[in-house]
């Protein structure tokens, strides 16, 4: 049967998903090196949660993350040479060094940051969709949290909201069955995520998270329900990472043989052996975009290598926002490339439309409890 | 001028605001067919509709946060916290989140918000619900902290702390709401970071905010009848602190005494004394002296409440001290 897919969308799906992989390998092997300290959380082995979405949605869809953040910037185009000067604390990084790796944002391509405190961006994702049903925009926002902080109170709180409010939201849980050490079996009483959201009438589903294809066609059909004002989705990727928590976690905690078990998963070769039988591309094909994007990797590791960490007046940038203080646009301050930023309307221009709670609505409540105001 | 209840004041501020920028919203739990907790919203949901007077559920951490994602793509949030109680819940997100974000993302985002609500104690109402916890967030770079006393500061304030483009905290009060005074009308904007000497005196200068200041102005009254002429600086902003007027005023009485509603230890007033002790040691011709609420939580019977808090007399008290007039 001939594939559904372009060729182009595969191989650019392939693609992201090696830059992905390449990229967390060479930043562990940095970080054994010393030039990149502190927590650095790798995505080896996940790569197909971050890149079938990106692929199923708009490149103005608001995206955010937890700290395992390098996969989904990639995929949607941050300058790997900036993620990963980031990492290495250097003035070039996309927050100038004050971030780090568990803290990439690039809102130019509308990715809003690694978030640190488990769940806490949760609830942001919810009002950046807010945002997008006040100004009457089709955007959806997605949000990417992990297994662990499925047990948040900052989740149920706004899956509460989010779900009552119908807000354009999809959250992705990335189940990867640990949190740190912790497998979820042992701390959840449900421990298939996505059975929490019926708790608030919303959509859940299950998604094979080492499946890229599967991703992007859970994210196109979740963002279509979104964009049609049905309200939020969560999708649960079953996914697993091949690399401890973080670069400092031999992981112990669980068997060499569940790890290898999971590797014959790889969602990389996977996606490569369905090209292949569907004819689409052959061995060369796969080499070239591999050599390619180690190039690409090489010139990301030197051009960090080589860039200066921030000065010390920077100490004292980025706190407050001074009166009349523009927004930095990393691209363009590093790079000197004119990129494009977010512009909102302005109070005058906005018209709010949304009736959030409509009049007849509260007052068919009171009626129908006998209040009379 | 119109005399206005400190709560009518705010609400001027929020409709007059929300009237000039569709992007301001206000959420919170009965800020809308209740008309607010302290009726601070009233009459609002009528006139701005229901997704811009926002009746949240019993969630502070969620829809803090949820408004804290609303600020970073545009939107200018009003979160109503019912009490500052009950924000401690929220704190993951004011501190972690909206404090941090232009920090973290190398000044790409903003987060232009408003935390307000009542703070201090609220009467009769023991431990849980009276506290005043201005300097737990006066603590964190990232946030503006604001504590209006009068009826005028309160909505030239909020006014300026809505078309600020950072996170600011207001501290606003249980006690004060009813409290009236002369507001002017339309495009009243008080500067945030500046104090205000509410009263001139020489002889020594008393430094406060929030209620405190009732009873400071109480004290120096007292205090003047018997000769003694005190300043009286009102701080109104927290955070930051607006040392320049505080130096002025102690070069000028060469004695400082600072009244807080809160606990002394880690209080903002260690932070005024510091400021004072550093930089005016010199000019200064006693100690500073702090009258602050008692080491103890707040109990219900109304005589351990009383004696919990600062009152005049402990104030008069304590500007005898740094006049080394004791038991005159
Ligand atoms: C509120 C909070 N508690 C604890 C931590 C420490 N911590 C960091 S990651 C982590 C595990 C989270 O696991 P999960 O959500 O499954 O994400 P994963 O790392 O598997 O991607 C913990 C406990 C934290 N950062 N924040
Ligand atoms: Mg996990």
Known sequence: ?373 | MPELMYREALNQALAEEMERDANVYLIGEEVGRYNGAFKVSQGLLDKFGSARIIDAPIAELGFTGLSVGAAMVGLRPVVEMMTWNFAILAMDQIVNNAAKLRHMSGGQLRCPIVFRGPGGAGGRLSSQHSQALEANYAHFPGLKVIAPATPADAKGMLKAAIRDENPVIMFEGERLYAIKGEVPEGEHVVPLGKADVKREGSDVTIITWSRMYYFCMQAAEELAKEGISAEVLDLRTLRPLDEEAILASVRKTNRAVIVEEGWALAGVGASVVDIIQSKAFDDLDAPVERVTGLDVNMSYAANLENATQPDAPKIIAAVKKVLYREGA
Not at chain 1, 77 to 96: F, H, I, N, P, W
Not at chain 1, 135 to 151: I, K, L, M, P, Q
């Open chain 1, 1 to 373: 049967m001939a594939s559904p897919y372009s060729k182009e969308l595969l191989l650019d799906m392939y693609r992201k998903m090696y830059l992905i992989r390449r990229f967390e390998e060479r930043a562990g092997q940095q970080y054994t090196l010393g030039k990149i300290a502190g927590f650095c959380h790798l995505y080896i082995g996940q790569e197909a949660v971050a890149v079938g979405p990106v692929e199923a949605l708009r490149p103005d869809d608001y995206m955010l993350s937890a700290y395992r953040d390098h996969g989904q910037p990639l995929a949607r185009g941050s300058d790997a040479g900036m993620v990963m000067a980031e990492l290495m604390g250097r003035d070039t990084g996309y927050s100038k060094g004050k971030g780090g790796s568990m803290h990439i944002f690039d809102i130019e391509h509308h990715f809003y940051g690694g978030y640190g405190i488990v769940g806490g961006q949760i609830p942001l994702a919810a009002g950046m969709a807010f945002a997008s049903r006040y100004r009457n925009e089709d955007r959806v926002t997605v949000c990417y949290f992990g297994d662990a902080a499925a047990s948040q109170g900052a989740l149920h709180e706004t899956f509460n909201m989010a779900s009552k409010w119908k807000l354009p939201v999809i959250y992705i849980c990335e189940n990867n069955r640990y949190g740190m050490g912790t497998a979820i079996s042992r701390v959840a009483a449900v421990p298939e995520i996505y059975k929490r959201a019926s708790a608030y009438d919303m959509r859940g589903e299950p998604v094979d998270g080492m499946d890229v294809l599967a991703m992007y066609e859970a994210v196109k059909d979740a963002a279509e329900y979104c964009r049609a004002g049905k309200g939020p989705v969560l999708l649960e990727a079953n996914t697993y990472r091949f690399r401890g928590h973080s670069m400092a976690d031999p992981a112990t905690y669980r068997t060499k043989q569940e790890v290898e078990d999971e590797r014959k998963g790889d969602p990389i070769p996977k996606l490569r052996a369905y090209i292949q039988k569907q004819g689409l591309a052959q061995d060369d094909v796969f080499e070239t975009i591999e050599e390619e994007v180690n190039a690409q990797v090489d010139q990301a590791v030197k051009f960090a290598d080589e860039s200066p960490e921030p000065s010390l007046d920077e100490l004292w940038r980025d706190t407050i926002v001074e009166e009349g203080e523009e927004d930095v646009r990393p691209r363009e301050r590093v790079l000197g490339q004119k990129v494009n930023w977010p512009t909102y309307p302005s109070g005058k221009e906005l018209k709010v439309t949304w009736d959030l709670e409509p009049r007849e609505q509260a007052e068919a409540a009171d009626k129908k409890a006998g209040l009379v105001r």
